[in-house]
Protein backbone atom coordinates (compact mmCIF):
# COMPACT_ATOMS: atom_id res chain seq x y z
CA UNK A 1 0.00 0.00 0.00
CA UNK A 2 1.52 3.76 -0.90
CA UNK A 3 2.51 5.06 1.98
CA UNK A 4 3.64 9.00 3.01
CA UNK A 5 7.29 8.92 4.17
CA UNK A 6 9.51 11.19 5.99
CA UNK A 7 12.79 12.12 6.69
CA UNK A 8 14.77 11.85 9.27
CA UNK A 9 13.10 10.10 11.76
CA UNK A 10 14.55 12.15 14.37
CA UNK A 11 16.31 15.65 13.71
CA UNK A 12 18.52 17.77 16.38
CA UNK A 13 18.78 21.32 15.60
CA UNK A 14 20.46 24.21 17.72
CA UNK A 15 17.99 26.54 18.94
CA UNK A 16 18.17 29.94 16.02
CA UNK A 17 19.32 27.34 13.31
CA UNK A 18 17.15 26.76 10.32
CA UNK A 19 15.28 23.16 9.76
CA UNK A 20 13.86 21.93 6.60
CA UNK A 21 11.72 18.75 6.71
CA UNK A 22 11.01 16.40 4.28
CA UNK A 23 8.10 14.94 3.00
CA UNK A 24 7.60 12.27 0.23
CA UNK A 25 3.28 12.30 0.33
CA UNK A 26 1.41 9.45 -1.63
CA UNK A 27 1.98 10.13 -5.35
CA UNK A 28 -1.53 10.48 -7.02
CA UNK A 29 -2.10 13.35 -4.40
CA UNK A 30 -2.92 16.84 -4.60
CA UNK A 31 -3.46 17.69 -0.98
CA UNK A 32 -0.38 18.01 1.59
CA UNK A 33 -0.52 19.19 5.00
CA UNK A 34 1.94 19.43 8.12
CA UNK A 35 0.42 19.03 11.73
CA UNK A 36 2.67 18.77 14.88
CA UNK A 37 2.03 17.27 18.44
CA UNK A 38 4.29 18.75 21.31
CA UNK A 39 4.89 16.38 23.71
CA UNK A 40 1.83 15.60 26.16
CA UNK A 41 -0.16 17.42 23.68
CA UNK A 42 -2.57 17.71 20.96
CA UNK A 43 -2.21 16.89 17.18
CA UNK A 44 -2.28 20.33 15.75
CA UNK A 45 -2.84 21.37 12.34
CA UNK A 46 -0.21 24.12 10.48
CA UNK A 47 -1.17 24.28 6.98
CA UNK A 48 -2.54 22.69 3.71
CA UNK A 49 -0.85 23.47 0.75
CA UNK A 50 -2.91 22.60 -2.98
CA UNK A 51 -2.10 23.55 -6.43
CA UNK A 52 1.33 25.17 -5.66
CA UNK A 53 -0.10 27.52 -2.52
CA UNK A 54 -1.45 27.35 0.82
CA UNK A 55 -4.84 26.59 1.15
CA UNK A 56 -5.34 27.19 4.89
CA UNK A 57 -3.16 27.50 7.76
CA UNK A 58 -2.97 27.94 11.45
CA UNK A 59 -2.31 30.87 14.14
CA UNK A 60 0.93 28.63 14.54
CA UNK A 61 1.96 28.87 11.27
CA UNK A 62 3.66 32.49 11.13
CA UNK A 63 6.30 33.83 9.43
CA UNK A 64 9.00 31.68 10.74
CA UNK A 65 7.51 28.77 8.93
CA UNK A 66 6.94 28.16 5.03
CA UNK A 67 6.53 25.22 3.14
CA UNK A 68 7.33 24.69 -0.59
CA UNK A 69 6.94 21.43 -3.24
CA UNK A 70 10.28 22.13 -4.97
CA UNK A 71 9.94 18.96 -7.31
CA UNK A 72 7.23 16.81 -8.22
CA UNK A 73 7.81 14.40 -5.37
CA UNK A 74 8.43 15.96 -2.17
CA UNK A 75 6.63 18.14 0.36
CA UNK A 76 8.76 20.16 2.61
CA UNK A 77 8.42 22.12 6.05
CA UNK A 78 11.35 24.96 6.88
CA UNK A 79 11.47 26.59 10.62
CA UNK A 80 13.92 29.50 9.72
CA UNK A 81 14.92 30.12 13.36
CA UNK A 82 14.22 27.56 15.78
CA UNK A 83 12.92 28.08 18.92
CA UNK A 84 12.77 25.47 21.92
CA UNK A 85 9.44 25.68 22.27
CA UNK A 86 9.26 24.35 18.17
CA UNK A 87 10.68 20.77 20.02
CA UNK A 88 7.41 18.60 18.80
CA UNK A 89 6.86 15.24 16.37
CA UNK A 90 5.68 16.90 12.80
CA UNK A 91 3.46 14.57 10.81
CA UNK A 92 3.05 15.27 6.94
CA UNK A 93 -0.74 14.20 5.39
CA UNK A 94 -1.61 14.29 2.07
CA UNK A 95 -5.24 13.11 0.40
CA UNK A 96 -5.92 12.19 -3.06
CA UNK A 97 -9.08 14.90 -2.84
CA UNK A 98 -9.58 17.43 0.03
CA UNK A 99 -9.53 15.37 2.72
CA UNK A 100 -12.46 15.82 4.04
CA UNK A 101 -14.25 11.96 4.53
CA UNK A 102 -14.17 8.27 3.80
CA UNK A 103 -13.04 8.37 0.23
CA UNK A 104 -10.09 11.27 0.68
CA UNK A 105 -8.60 10.60 4.54
CA UNK A 106 -5.64 12.29 5.01
CA UNK A 107 -2.62 9.50 5.00
CA UNK A 108 -0.20 10.42 7.59
CA UNK A 109 3.45 9.97 7.80
CA UNK A 110 5.33 8.18 10.67
CA UNK A 111 6.57 11.77 11.89
CA UNK A 112 9.63 13.72 12.31
CA UNK A 113 10.73 14.15 15.82
CA UNK A 114 11.97 17.96 16.32
CA UNK A 115 14.27 18.53 18.83
CA UNK A 116 16.00 21.86 19.87
CA UNK A 117 18.96 22.31 22.14
CA UNK B 1 -8.49 24.52 22.05
CA UNK B 2 -10.62 22.14 23.76
CA UNK B 3 -13.29 22.15 20.38
CA UNK B 4 -13.06 18.55 20.34
CA UNK B 5 -12.30 16.64 23.63
CA UNK B 6 -11.72 13.15 24.57
CA UNK B 7 -12.23 12.91 28.31
CA UNK B 8 -11.03 9.24 28.90
CA UNK B 9 -7.77 9.20 28.61
CA UNK B 10 -7.66 5.77 28.71
CA UNK B 11 -10.24 2.92 28.21
CA UNK B 12 -9.29 -1.15 29.46
CA UNK B 13 -11.32 -4.14 27.42
CA UNK B 14 -11.62 -7.43 27.58
CA UNK B 15 -10.65 -8.96 24.25
CA UNK B 16 -14.31 -10.42 22.39
CA UNK B 17 -16.02 -7.10 24.55
CA UNK B 18 -17.28 -4.38 22.97
CA UNK B 19 -14.84 -0.99 22.98
CA UNK B 20 -16.81 2.35 23.10
CA UNK B 21 -15.00 5.32 22.77
CA UNK B 22 -16.24 8.50 23.40
CA UNK B 23 -15.89 12.05 22.17
CA UNK B 24 -17.64 15.55 21.95
CA UNK B 25 -17.31 18.53 20.52
CA UNK B 26 -17.88 22.57 20.41
CA UNK B 27 -17.78 24.14 17.21
CA UNK B 28 -21.14 23.45 15.36
CA UNK B 29 -19.28 24.27 12.08
CA UNK B 30 -17.77 20.98 11.87
CA UNK B 31 -19.98 18.86 9.27
CA UNK B 32 -17.59 15.59 9.00
CA UNK B 33 -16.07 13.60 12.22
CA UNK B 34 -13.15 11.18 11.69
CA UNK B 35 -11.27 8.33 13.71
CA UNK B 36 -7.43 7.52 13.36
CA UNK B 37 -5.86 4.90 15.68
CA UNK B 38 -2.36 5.66 16.16
CA UNK B 39 0.64 2.84 17.20
CA UNK B 40 3.91 4.18 18.95
CA UNK B 41 6.40 5.41 16.69
CA UNK B 42 4.22 5.76 13.49
CA UNK B 43 1.64 7.94 12.17
CA UNK B 44 -1.83 8.48 12.48
CA UNK B 45 -3.74 5.96 10.51
CA UNK B 46 -7.39 6.54 9.09
CA UNK B 47 -9.92 3.96 10.59
CA UNK B 48 -13.61 5.10 9.61
CA UNK B 49 -15.70 8.92 9.39
CA UNK B 50 -19.06 10.05 9.39
CA UNK B 51 -20.55 12.95 7.50
CA UNK B 52 -22.92 14.87 9.78
CA UNK B 53 -26.15 14.55 7.75
CA UNK B 54 -25.44 10.72 9.24
CA UNK B 55 -26.09 9.13 12.24
CA UNK B 56 -24.39 6.06 11.91
CA UNK B 57 -21.56 4.61 9.80
CA UNK B 58 -20.20 1.10 9.72
CA UNK B 59 -17.65 -0.58 8.41
CA UNK B 60 -17.04 -4.10 9.28
CA UNK B 61 -15.77 -4.26 13.36
CA UNK B 62 -16.36 -0.14 13.52
CA UNK B 63 -19.35 1.68 14.10
CA UNK B 64 -18.76 5.54 14.82
CA UNK B 65 -22.65 6.94 15.41
CA UNK B 66 -22.87 10.87 15.76
CA UNK B 67 -25.50 12.58 17.95
CA UNK B 68 -25.31 16.01 16.97
CA UNK B 69 -28.09 17.43 19.38
CA UNK B 70 -25.95 16.73 21.98
CA UNK B 71 -22.17 17.25 19.91
CA UNK B 72 -21.24 13.74 20.61
CA UNK B 73 -19.96 10.85 19.07
CA UNK B 74 -18.66 7.69 19.85
CA UNK B 75 -16.57 4.84 18.07
CA UNK B 76 -17.44 1.19 18.58
CA UNK B 77 -15.16 -2.04 18.34
CA UNK B 78 -16.60 -5.22 18.18
CA UNK B 79 -15.42 -7.76 19.35
CA UNK B 80 -12.08 -6.11 20.28
CA UNK B 81 -8.97 -7.85 19.32
CA UNK B 82 -6.03 -7.20 21.37
CA UNK B 83 -3.93 -5.80 17.99
CA UNK B 84 -6.70 -2.73 18.52
CA UNK B 85 -4.75 -1.53 21.47
CA UNK B 86 -3.84 1.80 20.23
CA UNK B 87 -4.36 5.15 20.95
CA UNK B 88 -7.53 6.68 19.19
CA UNK B 89 -7.93 10.09 17.96
CA UNK B 90 -11.01 11.74 17.13
CA UNK B 91 -10.71 15.01 14.45
CA UNK B 92 -13.08 17.16 12.95
CA UNK B 93 -13.22 18.97 9.73
CA UNK B 94 -14.89 22.36 9.34
CA UNK B 95 -17.34 23.45 6.30
CA UNK B 96 -15.78 24.34 3.11
CA UNK B 97 -12.20 23.15 5.27
CA UNK B 98 -9.53 20.32 4.98
CA UNK B 99 -8.06 20.94 8.08
CA UNK B 100 -8.53 18.58 11.30
CA UNK B 101 -9.04 19.31 14.37
CA UNK B 102 -8.28 16.46 17.05
CA UNK B 103 -8.70 15.46 20.09
CA UNK B 104 -6.75 14.50 22.96
CA UNK B 105 -6.69 10.84 22.77
CA UNK B 106 -7.83 7.97 24.21
CA UNK B 107 -5.22 4.83 24.75
CA UNK B 108 -7.46 1.72 24.15
CA UNK B 109 -5.89 -1.69 26.26
CA UNK B 110 -7.25 -4.91 24.87
CA UNK B 111 -6.36 -7.69 27.24
CA UNK B 112 -6.56 -11.19 25.78
Known amino acids: EPEVTQTPSHQVTQMGQEVILRCVPISNHLYFYWYRQILGQKVEFLVSFYNNEISEKSEIFDDQFSVERPDGSNFTLKIRSTKLEDSAMYFC???????????????FGDGTRLSIL | DQQVKQNSPSLSVQEGRISILNCDYTNSMFDYFLWYKKYPAEGPTFLIS?????DKNEDGRFTVFLNKSAKHLSLHIVPSQPGDSAVYFC???????????FGGGTRLMVKP
Open chain 2, 91 to 101: AAIRNAGNMLT
Open chain 2, 50 to 54: ISSIK
Open chain 1, 93 to 107: ASSEARGRGSDEPQH
